[in-house]
């Protein structure tokens, strides 16, 4: 289950944050989770935490998204790798992080959850943090999230009213996270 | 202002009219144009590219939704000279020269904006107001990429024209 | 996805980008003159205006590309209209409440209304009102003088968006002096 969907702007400031806290996961239905899951529904520290998640996901996603960079080397953790095997890598081959897709596969990895990245070709960046739990999502189900939510961004792009690099005030959008959010 | 006899060819698809007409309107109903700036004309060039910069800054967006990040500098301007031309005026740039600094000048033989007014001299002094929009459609979908940019056009002889653009490195 | 598919796929795609150029063109002016003029009213009269201008002229694409004869009637008319909007903005009204002296087109979705989101302060603001200055620009100029109005709009909430047309008189060729 997807926990916190973000969008960060080209000058790497977020314009959108959509987060869970862990006390909702606690409640029983589905639709008291999605009446907690509105902007200020979550504590302040959950927030905090989901910030500074999302900051050290940028770092890395600056790294992916450099093309042809002499990015030597691996920073970090093998399990990163975006193979879906997940198996440990032996020589890892630096370029292939670096990457002229869209989707940057995974960023970070703890024991409760998992970042996944998204960059476009201008420079906006999707982040989005999934719970780890018995039943793990498939990666194509994660680039389908990102998928919709490129959409969403493109349709909201299109309105005339919506200032590019403000902060996403839109109900559409909105309804898209929640989908999102809620697994479809 | 009187508009210019219009010289449509009925051989164009009929879903480009829209956006000429409007663009038309734009350019000489003075819409654009305070009641106290009536006349000026380097107001309605300024509102005529940034009509063009957001249009084009948005449309860079969904354009290029599913596609693969660009490689460089180079890479992002021969995209706006083929498939951005095309999508927008059914032909590619007919010439791009660059110096390599960041200076490009794109020409276009035939500007589908222009060869509909006619190609008298009457109408000579109207083609700057005619090009503003372009130049503002490509300083905006250069500006989502990321790239900052100077986009000046002129004529030289119609409906051949040329739009220079020059990128602004941050220092 | 390489770039080889990305222009094959821009350009397969042409009608929806016009459309969409045409969409973005037009948001970005209508969000221009609302935060030039004062009110919302004078926005809806510009956006009326240019439209008529428009119209005066679409109608003359329009008789060379199609060829149709003089209208019979209110309905005949109303029907090419109809017409008209699939073939410039491949949108698809529907006519309803066609009687003898009005009609309405009515769009599921308007050509513009796909990803505008109306801000709390524009709740008067018919961001349409260009379509209506369209009718009556056109049918002016054949001798029609109509009168063209938004009664309901998706973006404001509404099923549907509504255009009432009704007629007023023919008008008659002003003949120069001195012919009779």
């Known amino acids: 289950m997807a926990v916190c969907v973000c969008v960060i702007g080209k000058d790497n400031g977020p314009i959108y944050m959509r987060s869970r806290s862990r006390a909702d996961e606690l409640s029983q239905t589905v639709e008291h989770n999605l009446s907690q ?55 890892i081959d630096g370029q292939q992080l670096a990457t002229r897709e869209l989707y940057l596969g995974a960023l970070t990895a703890r024991e409760e959850y998992k970042v996944y990245g998204y960059m476009t070709n201008t420079k906006i960046k999707f982040v989005i943090v999934i719970e780890e739990t018995s039943i793990p999502l498939r990666e194509n189900d994660i680039r389908t999230m990102f998928r919709k939510l490129h959409s969403a961004f493109c349709d909201l792009m299109s309105n005339p009213f919506y200032l590019p690099g403000s902060s996403i005030n839109s109900k559409r959008f909105d309804a898209v996270v929640t989908s999102i959010m809620s697994g479809q | 202002m009187a508009l210019p006899p219009q010289s449509t060819s009925t051989t164009a698809p009929p879903d480009e009219l829209p956006l000429e007409l409007l663009h038309g309107e734009l350019i000489f109903s003075g819409i654009l144009l305070s009641k106290d700036k009536e006349g000026d004309i380097n107001e309605l060039l ?13 449309l860079i967006e969904r354009l290029l939704k599913d596609s693969t990040r660009f490689k460089d500098e180079l890479d992002t301007i ?31 033989n035939c500007f589908k904006l222009l060869s509909k007014i006619s190609a008298t001299k009457q109408y000579l002094e109207h083609g700057p107001k005619f090009l503003a929009f372009t130049c503002g459609i490509i300083r905006g979908a250069l500006s989502n990429l990321g790239i900052s940019s100077v986009v000046v056009a002129e004529i030289s002889t119609m409906p051949t024209c040329r739009f220079h653009i020059t990128i602004q490195r941050a220092t | ?89 491949n949108a698809t009204p529907s006519l309803s409440n066609v009687t003898a002296d009005e009609f309405s087109l009515v769009f599921e979705s308007t050509p513009f209304g796909e990803f505008t989101e109306l801000p709390d302060a524009c709740a008067n603001l018919k961001y349409c009102n260009v379509l209506p200055g369209v009718i009556r620009g056109a049918c002016e100029m054949v001798q029609m003088d109509v009168q063209a109005y938004v009664i309901a709009d998706t973006l404001k909430g509404d099923n549907a968006t509504e255009i009432r047309v009704r007629f007023i008189k023919k008008l008659h060729d002003a003949l120069p002096a001195g012919e009779d």
């Open chain 3, 1 to 89: 996805m390489s770039r080889q598919s990305t222009s094959s796929r821009i350009t397969a795609d042409s009608k929806k980008v016009n459309s969409e150029l045409f969409v973005l063109t037009y948001g970005t002016l209508v969000q221009q003159l609302v935060k030039d003029y004062e009110s919302v009213e004078d926005v809806n009269k510009q956006l009326e205006r240019i439209g008529y201008n428009i119209g005066l002229r679409v109608i003359e694409d329009f008789l060379a590309r199609t060829n149709y004869p003089r209208c019979t009637d209110l309905r005949d008319t109303a029907e090419k209209i109809q017409a008209a909007f699939k073939m410039y903005l």
């Open chain 1, 37 to 91: 899951m509105a902007f200020r529904g979550v504590t302040a520290n959950t927030e905090l935490q989901y910030n500074f998640i999302v900051s050290s996901a940028l770092d890395i996603i600056e790294e992916r998204a450099l093309v042809g960079s002499s990015a030597s080397g691996y920073k970090g953790n093998p399990s990163l790798h975006p193979s879906a095997s997940g198996g440990a890598v032996g020589s």
């Open chain 2, 46 to 58: 300024s509102k005529l590219e940034f009509i063009g910069f957001s249009t084009g800054y948005r």
């Open chain 2, 78 to 108: 021969k995209f706006i000279c083929k498939d951005f031309w095309v999508a927008i005026y059914k032909k590619q740039i007919d010439n791009l020269r660059t110096n390599h600094q960041g200076t490009y000048v794109l020409q276009d």
